[in-house]
C-alpha cells in the first residue's frame, strides 16, 4: 500500500457503450485525481529491443520500469469532439509516423521538464515525448502506459478526488473540469519488473526518487515529493536481505558483488530519512496520522535524528495527543537541549493543556452548581 495515498483500481467496469474503463486514483502537484481511462485505439505491437527473443515481441509485452516510452497526450475540453477525433482521425495518426520514430527510440533519453504546480497533466501537451516509466513524473501517464502496448491510444477522464482537508483543488492551467485528454504510446524500449533488477540497480533508483523528492519539495511540489520518497521506500524494503548478505561478505573480504550496496548503517540511516522527509510532506499535506507513523518508523530506525523526534511531535499534536506530543519533544531536547522549535511546542501543549482544563472545570461547576 502507497504510503501516501490509495490506490483504487476497479477492472471490467463498463460505460454506456459497453466500453471497458478502469479507474484509479493518481497523485498530481496540487492533490488526488480519479483516473477514468478507455480504449479508443488498439494497436500492433511494436517495441524496441535489443534482444533477438520472441519474449520481446509477445504481444502482451507491455512497458515496465526503465522503458523509454514515446507517448502523446493531448487534451479534449469537449467530450463529443475527443469521441468524433479519435474516430476519424485516429487510426490515421497513429500511423503517420511509423517505423522512423519506432527505431529512434532506443537513442533518445528522457525529456526533462520541469513539473508545473498549476497543472494535472505534467507532460507537454500535444507533442510526441519520450518518458521513462518508474521517475514518476507524471503519475497519471505512467498508469495508463503501464497497461499499453504499441500503437494504442486511450482516452482519460480526470477529476478531483473530494475537497477535503487532504486535498487543496484549484482551476488546473487545463481549465475545464473535469478534464479529458488523450494518450497515444508509439513505441518503448523494454523494461523490468523490479523483482527482475539487480540489487546495485534498486540502490540506483532508490538514491534517484530521494533526490528528485527533495527537489521537488523545495520547488513546493509537496504531493510530488510525497510520492517520490514512497517510490524510494518501496525499492529500499526490497534491499533489507541483499544488504544483509553483503555485510557478511564484506566481513570475509569478499567486496567484488557488495561495493555498490550501502552497509547496513547506511541502509537504516536512509531509510529513516525517507520515513522522516515523508513525515514532513504529510505534514504539510494535512496527513497528521501518516506523518505520525512515517515520523514514528524513522525515530525506531534513527533514536537520533532530532528532526523526525520533531515531526512526532508536531502530528501529534495536531491529532491532540498532547502527552505524546510532549514526550517526543522532550526526546528532542536530549539531543538539542536549547532546541527553540522544541521548547516553543512544549509552551504550546502547556497553553493548551491550561486551557482544556479550564474549560472542563467551568463545565464540571455549572454541573454541580
Known amino acids: 500500500m502507497d504510503p501516501v495515498h490509495p490506490l483504487e483500481q476497479l477492472h471490467g467496469k463498463s460505460d ?15 492533490g488526488l485525481w480519479r483516473v477514468q481511462q478507455k ?27 526503465d522503458s523509454l516510452c514515446r507517448v502523446r497526450v493531448r487534451l479534449k475540453t469537449d467530450m463529443d469532439e475527443a469521441e468524433s477525433s479519435a474516430s476519424e482521425k485516429g487510426d490515421e495518426e497513429l500511423s503517420d509516423q511509423p517505423e522512423q520514430s519506432v527505431a529512434d527510440v532506443t537513442g533518445t533519453v528522457a525529456a526533462a521538464f520541469p513539473r508545473c504546480q498549476d497543472s494535472v497533466l505534467q507532460v507537454p501537451l500535444g507533442d510526441w515525448t519520450t518518458l521513462r516509466l518508474g521517475e514518476g513524473q507524471c503519475d497519471i501517464t505512467e498508469a495508463c502506459v503501464e497497461g499499453m502496448r504499441a500503437g494504442d491510444k486511450c482516452e482519460i477522464l480526470l477529476s478531483p478526488v473530494g475537497n477535503g482537508p487532504d486535498v487543496l483543488i484549484t482551476q488546473p492551467a487545463e481549465e475545464n473540469l473535469p478534464l479529458c485528454a488523450t494518450v497515444e504510446l508509439q ?12 540489487p ?38 526490497t534491499l533489507h536481505g541483499h544488504v544483509r548478505e553483503a555485510e557478511e561478505q564484506r566481513d570475509t573480504d569478499n567486496i567484488d558483488e557488495t561495493q555498490h550496496l550501502p552497509s547496513a548503517n547506511e541502509f537504516k540511516t536512509i531509510k529513516a530519512e525517507l520515513h522522516s522527509n515523508l513525515s514532513l510532506c504529510q505534514l504539510k499535506l494535512n496527513q497528521p496520522e501518516r506523518a505520525k507513523a512515517s515520523a514514528a518508523k524513522a525515530t525506531q530506525l534513527e533514536p537520533a535524528g532530532a528532526k523526525a523526534w520533531y515531526r512526532l511531535g508536531q502530528a501529534c499534536q495536531m491529532l491532540n495527543e498532547l502527552e505524546e506530543a510532549r514526550q517526543a519533544l522532550r526526546e528532542l531536547l536530549k539531543l538539542q537541549p536549547e532546541s527553540p522549535a522544541a521548547l516553543k511546542a512544549l509552551k504550546d501543549i502547556a497553553s493548551r493543556e491550561k486551557e482544556t482544563n479550564a474549560q472542563l472545570g467551568l463545565r464540571l461547576s455549572k454541573m454541580f452548581s
Open 39 to 65: 480504449w479508443t485505439h488498439k494497436g500492433s505491437q511494436q517495441t524496441v529491443s535489443n534482444r533477438g527473443d520472441d519474449a520481446s515481441r509477445s504481444s502482451s509485452y507491455c512497458p515496465r520500469l
Open 200 to 237: 546495485a540497480e534498486k540502490w540506483e533508483w532508490v538514491k534517484s526518487h530521494k533526490e528528485r523528492g527533495g527537489v521537488r519539495f523545495r520547488s513546493g511540489d509537496v504531493w510530488g515529493a510525497a510520492d517520490s520518497y514512497s517510490r524510494a521506500l518501496k525499492l529500499l524494503i
Open 16 to 30: 454506456h457503450d459497453g466500453v471497458d474503463v478502469t479507474s484509479w486514483v493518481s497523485v498530481c502537484p496540487r
Open 187 to 198: 513505441a518503448f524500449t523494454p523494461g523490468r519488473e523490479s523483482w527482475e533488477m539487480s
